[in-house]
């Protein structure tokens, strides 16, 4: 159907091998005399035809019906029109088909025939492009040529619930046929074969590269791997014959997702990590969140590879073994949620989170790749929340929670993007994935991104805390293709800025101390320098030396502290009512417990919540001690007296050493998170979104932004965001007449218009064209 020397013609999906009858001889192809079957390289199924059955005689541009299946005549109807003949994709043989029907042993016998033109000697099939026709002798001894005529695909016919349409009853009767729905099938030429012969059946074949077909074969071998994963899953939630988890194909599966990533990514493949041991890389995988999981596996991607992955439906078997554990827990865990519960066990933790690595890397900068991810459907199990869970009776489901009846599940077909946002609460990739498909493509932000989705994410912050995969998402909708999406921009400021409750349920918000009431102004403890002498927290000099109408000048010329204000909980957990735990509870010094705007928050100096960051470089300066390494919590090989004489010491050294840790990586979460808020708040803006700009400019001013910006007492990562948030709420704006001295036009001005002006004629951009010399 088109030029097949232009590449964006070949497909993986149009690649077929030609097979002898009898596989164990190995030959040449000959013309008309010797029958071969016809082999789908990706799917690895026969051509087969139904010989046995005509088609309606309809008109190619009129749609087929389901009705439209059979008919009444095997032979050709009255007139000259051919009769059609439908084609299928078969397993192999079917040993009970009926002849001529699909998976007889004749409906998968071809013969090749040559067109004319061709020399005497050549009397088989060569190696180079030809045109040939191919045949099918039927057992009435009719002559059918395989054509591609422009008929749509029949839809497929299944039941709503995807299971079998009769089911035993306790009286030992089955149940009626539930009535079954029809699926349309994707868009793609139909194959028939015709009575009649015709300039239809001339067809052009040609063989595909080695390399070429090296690479398919290889993308083509991994998908038993995934698909074992998933049917072993499967497997082990069947009540009748319970087996064990599938948690041994692990490392083997993540091994073939490493082989994979290396396909999927342009060039020779980068060294494996912990010299290639899977082992180290599954441990690595669980310590490591799925964001910062996701940079391990760069590189510009194969768009070869990734176009070859879902036109064999390698990205399908890849999806579905994401899938396997949460289909498996809507029978055994009583929220569905596999991860959630001692069943989570690590090596499938780890093994989640290379499946949505493969996934992103799959569709990565792919416009095709991510349209057909936005298209995808699986099958998907839910526990039906409406009765109650039913306990397991003891031991026959290998320690699992509950075994759910197979009544109580509700089974249907979803799409997947909608089953990765409902993934969302379990921190192995799924958000990651989903962040990047919104950033990449301005299809599926329109299709996914309304005010339930936001709601849905907003809520997973206030019942998981403040994740950074989290907060990412709002990015992703905030800057799509490189470009401000203004309506995605506001959207997000009114979920969760705009009014004051959001907003300390959403994150953090920043005061300088010069702001509040005299009365109610916090003293600060003593900070330190990086020599341990003395410093002052509520005097730092500004640089002098600006233009007059410099915007950060104040008549002080000093610095206040900067105060940062959460909602905190001595004892956090999900929808406890707080962002995140106390200042007390993380032995962070608190400045104040206070009301802002109707809401309780804890607030502390910036300093003190933001160091740990970067701990080797600000612990002494801003706490007065230095950093104390955590200790990895090996013990020395001693004698076992001397172990138990050590014991009782040990154990209360290492509560201590464990509660510091545990408070240290709260605090970690927490000033990453604010790093995290401040990038988001930047996005927000970008592009000169001045809705949003006139918002964030009440709670961010120049000066509290230009402290912390010139603050050496912040970690770097977070004098960066300072400033980028800096350069789009009070730089990258226009007009720019309050902060770049005296007001005046430039003598001469470039104005670059996508569109003719259509603002009102008094707005800024019009008094610039006047000014110019332009129609204003």
Known sequence: TGDSSNPIHLTAKAVWRFETVDRARCEEVRWKSMAVRIRHLASGKYLSVNSARALPKIAPSRPATAAQGQSDSAGEASGDEPSLYDCALVADVDPVAA???????????????????????????????????????????????????????????????????????????????????????????RICFSSKKSDLDVLRVQPVAESELLRLNTLIAHIPHFKKY??????????????????????????????????????????????????EAMKEANLLKPAQFTLLFGGEPNPQVQKMAHEIKLLDAIFESALAPYNYAAYCTPDGRPFATPLGKDLPRALQK??????????????????????????????????????????????????????????????????????????????????????????????????????????????????????????????????????????????????????????????????LPASQRPQFGPMFTTTGQPIQTTGRTRAKGGPAAYLGKTAENVYEPVLIAWTGNDSWHGNCGGLWWSAKSMDIPLVKTTTIEGVDVNMVAIESLMWVLDPGRLCKPVTGRAFLPFTDGKRKQTSRAARLTALTADSAEEKREGARKAKFDRQVVLASYTVAQLDLLTQMCKGRSYNCIHWLEKSFSYDLLLNMATNPLLPYKCIAAAMSLVQVLYVDRFPQTPNSGTPCLPEKLWVLDEAPYEGPRRSSAAIVRKRRGGDP
């Open 354 to 515: 290379f499946l949505y690595v493969c996934v992103q890397r799959a569709v990565f900068s792919n416009l095709g790749a991510q349209e057909y991810f936005a298209l995808g459907k699986s099958r998907v199990w839910a526990p039906d929340n409406s009765q109650p869970p039913t306990p397991s009776a003891g031991e026959g489901k290998k320690g699992n929670l509950f075994v759910q009846p197979a009544d109580q599940v509700v089974r249907s077909v979803d799409l997947w993007r909608n089953i990765i946002i409902s993934q969302g609460e379990d921190a192995l990739g799924a958000t990651v994935t989903l962040g990047q498909l919104l950033k990449s493509s301005e299809a599926i932000v329109k299709k996914l991104v309304n005010n339930e989705l936001l709601d849905r994410f907003k809520g997973l912050i206030v019942k998981m805390g403040p994740e950074i995969r989290l907060i990412t998402l709002f990015n992703s909708i905030c800057f799509v293709e490189n470009r401000p999406s203004r309506a995605n921009q506001e959207m997000s400021l009114r979920k969760l800025w705009m009014n004051p409750p959001d907003r300390y349920a959403f994150g953090l918000t920043l005061h300088e101390a010069g702001d």
């Open 99 to 189: 002849e001529g029907d699909f998976g007889s042993k004749q409906s998968i016998e071809f013969f090749l025939a040559a067109t004319e033109g061709l020399s005497p000697g050549q009397d088989a099939l060569r190696d180079g492009s030809t045109s040939l026709r191919i045949e099918h002798h039927t057992p009435r001894g009719e002559v059918l040529h395989l054509i591609l005529p422009h008929l749509p695909k029949p839809p497929i016919l299944r039941l709503p619930s995807g299971s079998p349409a009769a089911r035993a009853q306790p009286n030992g009767q089955a149940a009626p046929a539930k009535p079954s729905m029809a699926i349309d099938r994707a868009p793609g030429m």
């Open 230 to 279: 998933s049917y072993a899953w499967l497997a082990a939630a069947d009540p009748s014959n319970p087996t064990p988890l599938p948690v041994g194909l692990c490392e083997q599966l993540a091994s073939q997702c490493l082989d994979l990533l290396d396909d999927l990514r342009k060039g020779d493949p980068a060294p494996r990590r912990h010299g290639g041991s899977i082992t």
